[in-house]
């Protein structure tokens, strides 16, 4: 064993052995895998083995179709089998909600050109020969898909590695991890230690107590998880090929063929954590004892749907813990605060992903970036709130929710509330319909008396659209008043606060009481940030973005090394917010200020430090509704009386709340792209607008030499707005068509109540931008005409944000 390498990486299974393997490839050659027991241990060896190409996110259904590509050329390379069987896929839908969610996989599936057909219900049979057909409706095709050997396939990653000079050390054990001044790692092992720039945590069942050893807490936990195989099925016998796997979402049930019998199994509802605290140390390659009494409801519904899986005997049965994330997705990345330490752990699908996982995380820490935006598999999109009695509650619910349908609107209940501030309960009162951010509560919109306070999970148009539509109105024709609290806020101070600042954004600095617009780059030119920055003082700022981007943020700023003259700190918990917005929003707030708020003595982007009626707060001229507003910011202590008098202030004005379900109405009338939706570290500067506010002429700004670089050659696409002929909205990433042909996608969309029209938000190839030019947009299996429209369909001039 080496006493120096450039990285170890922790774990055999297949996680592991392919990030061994693509950290190889990528030139670190002198790498090494630390595996306490055999290759395979722990999930890896029970596996199922399935591998399909679709997630609810584009970037990581692409990384998951690398991954099916790659084990041809992994076969080629070393000779091993990975016992391909790549057979595709089918998706059965009992009822019309089901249909919609196939269509919309269909959709997406075009944009990304993976091949995809929606088969009537005989057809699937016929690919299926086990399925009853009198339970379904319709079916989904995949061409993608199948399933692989979880052995074969993990040590034929482990054999291209060694091929290209990665050491493994198997029956080795890592008994602790030490960090030297210089931000290496020490290794400590039963048979030595190891000196390595970089270790990263693909520990699996472990991953938990590998980050103990460095004093963090992963939102990770492991599951039970049961199938069957069963023996010999007759109606097998004579086929010319093997029966598609199949996933059957009405039974929480997926069907493939093993051998001449067939593997089932299920996501129970009755679903039992594993080894809550701590994983043992000596579990290896056991089997957890058969419990067929928890999974004999979803059972029984399988041998309704699958009646000849239900007259086999069962040959063999499966029994085993598989990790979690509190949303299913894997966590992936650096950690903050712990330079050179990299986790990959929570993949429960690690023959769909692991290849992804392993392209990703190789480029992320020889190139600095991961290549493409992974932020549904990053680490830091959990914060501290994913404490392990959150993640077991989350990811029990997540468990018993991996084959049901994930609509758009719907908010999942369970750990809720977690995060409150001071006017939840008058919110509630209101009749506020809450959602999550980050964990923290805020209104999406609010039901009036006389309604009850429940939105109908759908992908079509819900319950609460003629609510949203009054809160709209409101907004526009009098005044809104919105919680901002769940935005993120991060305060900057300290005497290098300015010029580390300048060198972070890509925007010219606003000068004491000035607010701007602050695009944030990562070298590569891409959107890591699309920030606000309030200049309160030269050595006190504070940035406002995206709440869900909090964790995400604070890396960000702690990666770019700030000088110990400059504190950064977030403001999440301790600033809370009002949004005040529409034509009588000046009228209200000069009730509670005493400076003049005339358009001429308080402008766009003005900030103060003053009072609103009693409370102490940060007062600016801005918003996101696109009309003349006002965000007023202050500490939690303050913000009930806050609420209070200001609604006290705008009774005789038509003051009405408003949620964030109007706000995204209000901001796709104005053409405003939103991060995590619009913006994203796919995205360029040009490409997105936002080089409209970049200050090319500052010297030394992170990404500043590839914007210019952009700005020289022009965008290969553009963010555009396009008015939707439709009934039903787009949800995101459905493909923008010109003559048939995809020329583009949708990022987000909804119903523009004040134009009284169906909106989408995405990009297109730069030279079909233009205003009028005519698209069509495949909406659950219609293409649907939209025109581009190149100015905000309301206020194009910005005459009432400016007023």
């Not at 080894?275 to 089997?287: E, H, I, M, N, R």
């Not at 023959?351 to 996982?357: A, D, P, V």
């Not at 392209?359 to 020889?366: C, D, E, G, K, N």
């Not at 007062?619 to 200001?646: K, N």
Request: hydrophobic share 40%.
């Amino acid at each position: 064993m080496k006493s120096e390498v450039r990285a170890v990486v922790i774990g055999g299974g297949v996680v592991g052995c392919s990030i061994l393997y693509h950290l190889a490839k990528i030139g670190w050659t002198d790498v090494a895998l630390i595996e306490k027991n055999e290759l395979t241990s722990g999930s890896t060896w029970h596996a199922a083995g399935g591998m399909h190409t679709f997630n609810g996110d584009a970037n990581v259904s692409k990384l998951q179709k690398y991954t099916i590509d790659l084990y041809r050329e992994l076969e080629a390379l070393t000779g091993q089998s990975c016992g391909i069987h790549a057979n595709g896929g089918l998706m059965l839908a009992a009822n019309e909600g089901e249909m919609d969610y196939l269509r919309l996989v269909a959709s997406r599936a075009r944009y990304l050109d993976m091949e995809t057909e929606i088969i009537p219900v005989a057809e699937a049979k016929r690919r299926n020969v086990l399925i009853e057909e009198k339970y379904f409706t319709g079916a989904l095709w995949r061409s993608d898909g199948g399933h692989v050997d979880p052995w074969g396939t993990t040590h034929a990653y482990a054999a291209a590695a060694r091929k290209l000079g990665a050491e493994i050390h198997r029956f080795t054990r890592v008994t602790g991890l030490s960090q030297r001044p210089d931000g290496s790692w020490d290794v400590a092992t039963d048979k030595g230690s190891i000196h390595a720039e970089h270790v990263v945590n693909a520990g699996g069942l472990w991953a938990r107590e590998v980050g103990r050893m460095v004093g963090i807490e992963l939102p990770v936990l492991a599951m039970e998880h049961h199938y069957i195989v069963t023996e010999a099925i007759p109606e097998l016998e004579g086929l010319d090929k093997e029966i598609i796997n199949t996933t059957d979402f009405s039974g929480e049930i997926y069907v493939r063929q093993e051998g001449k019998g067939a593997l089932l199994g299920t996501y129970e509802h009755n679903c039992t954590p594993w080894s809550v605290d701590k994983t043992p140390d000596d579990f290896a390659t056991q089997l957890l004892p058969d419990n067929f009494d928890r999974i004999a409801p979803e059972l029984e519904v399988g041998f309704e749907h699958f009646p000849a899986v239900g007259r086999a005997g069962i040959k063999k049965s499966i029994n085993g813990p598989f990790t979690f994330a509190p949303d299913g997705n894997p966590l992936v990345g650096p950690v903050k605060g712990l330079p050179n330490f990299w986790v990959a752990c929570a993949v429960m699908a690690g023959f769909s992903q692991g290849g992804g996982i392993g392209l990703t995380l190789s480029r992320w820490m020889a190139e600095g970036d991961p290549g493409a935006d992974i932020m549904a598999m990053d680490v830091a999109r959990f914060g501290v709130f994913a404490t392990p009695r959150y993640t077991k509650a989350k990811v029990i619910e997540n468990y018993r929710r991996r084959f049901r349908l994930a609509f758009p609107n719907e908010e999942l209940p369970d750990a809720r509330p977690l995060r409150r501030t001071p006017i939840y309960g008058r919110l509630k009162k209101a009749g506020a319909v809450f959602g999550a951010n980050f964990g923290l509560e805020h209104a999406l919109w609010f039901a009036p008396p006389g309604v009850e306070p429940v939105e109908n999970p759908t992908y079509r148009r819900s319950n609460a659209f003629p609510y949203v539509k009054a809160e709209c109105l409101a907004v526009r024709e009098a005044v809104g008043i919105y919680e901002t609290s769940n935005y993120g806020k991060y305060e900057i101070t300290g005497t290098g606060a300015r010029a580390w600042l300048d060198k972070l954004l890509a925007c010219k600095l606003p000068r004491p009481g000035r607010m701007a617009i602050a695009p944030m780059l990562n070298p590569q030119g891409r959107i890591v940030g699309d920030l606000s920055i309030a200049c309160l003082a030269l050595e006190r700022y504070l940035l406002i973005g995206s709440g869900f981007a909090e964790a995400y943020h604070l890396r960000w700023f702690w990666q770019q090394k700030p000088p110990e003259n400059v504190h950064v700190r977030s403001a999440a918990s301790t600033l809370t917010g009002f949004s005040i917005a529409g034509p009588n929003a000046r009228t209200l707030m000069q009730r509670l200020v005493r400076e003049d708020l005339s358009p001429d003595a308080f402008k766009l982007f003005a900030v103060k430090e003053t009072a609103v009626g009693m409370s102490p707060v940060i007062f600016s001229r801005a918003g996101f509704t696109g009309e003349l507003g006002y965000e007023v910011w202050t500490t939690p202590d303050f913000q009930a009386t806050l609420y209070d008098e200001i609604f006290e202030a705008g009774e005789d004005l038509g003051l009405r709340l408003f949620g964030g379900r109007a706000l995204s109405s209000l901001r796709l009338e104005k053409g405003y792209g939103s991060f995590n939706k619009d913006f994203r570290p796919d995205y360029t500067p040009a490409e997105t607008g936002l080089d409209l506010f970049i200050d090319f002429k500052k010297e030394g700004f992170t990404g500043r030499d590839a914007a210019l670089a952009e700005r020289e050659r022009g965008p290969k696409r553009r963010l555009a707005v396009l008015e939707v002929d439709t009934d039903t909205e787009v949800i995101g990433y459905e493909p923008i068509l010109k003559g048939g042909k995809v020329v583009g996608h949708v990022t987000s969309g909804g119903f523009g109540h004040y134009v009284g029209k169906s909106l989408a938000i995405g990009y297109v190839k730069t030279e079909h931008h233009e205003d009028g030019a005519t698209f069509a947009i495949d909406i659950f299996g219609e293409d649907r005409p939209a025109i581009l429209r190149a100015a905000p369909l309301h206020d194009p001039n910005g005459g009432r944000l400016r007023g």
